[in-house]
């Protein structure tokens, strides 16, 4: 069973910023996709950035775009979410996810357990 395991979250001041990981139990270039969503409390879960792992295009909700940055360290197995300028309402648990082939509607195969950023004002 694939196991995704999130890091790097906590407590910040708006304005800061934060680098949250995502650690694989297999070789990511296995997969087709990588994401991050966030769900704050009371609310459903958003969808926030995706990578292709074959060749690097990225793309963004337009809440985020131009704040955070999604990349991959192949060598460490590793998914990256680098939070720039953030606010309070950026304040959600954020969870990395997987697939290891393309489907409609941004399903995915795989779910890390989260980890919570909060943004104090």
């Known amino acids: 069973q694939v196991q995704l395991v999130e890091s790097g979250g906590g407590l910040v001041q708006a304005g800061g910023s934060l680098r949250l990981s995502c650690v694989a139990s297999?070789?990511?270039?296995?997969?087709?996709?990588m994401a991050w969503f966030r769900q704050a409390p009371g609310k459903e879960r958003e969808f926030i950035a995706d990578i292709l792992l074959s060749t690097g295009y990225t793309d963004y909700a337009d809440s985020v775009r131009g704040r955070f940055i999604i990349f991959r360290n192949n060598a460490r197995n590793t998914l990256y979410l680098q939070l720039n300028s953030l606010q309070p309402e950026d304040t959600a648990v954020y969870y990395c996810a997987a697939s290891r082939r393309t489907y409609p509607g941004r399903q995915y195969d795989y779910w890390g357990q989260g980890t919570q950023v909060t943004v104090s004002s």
């Open positions: 297999e070789r990511i270039s296995s997969f087709y996709t």
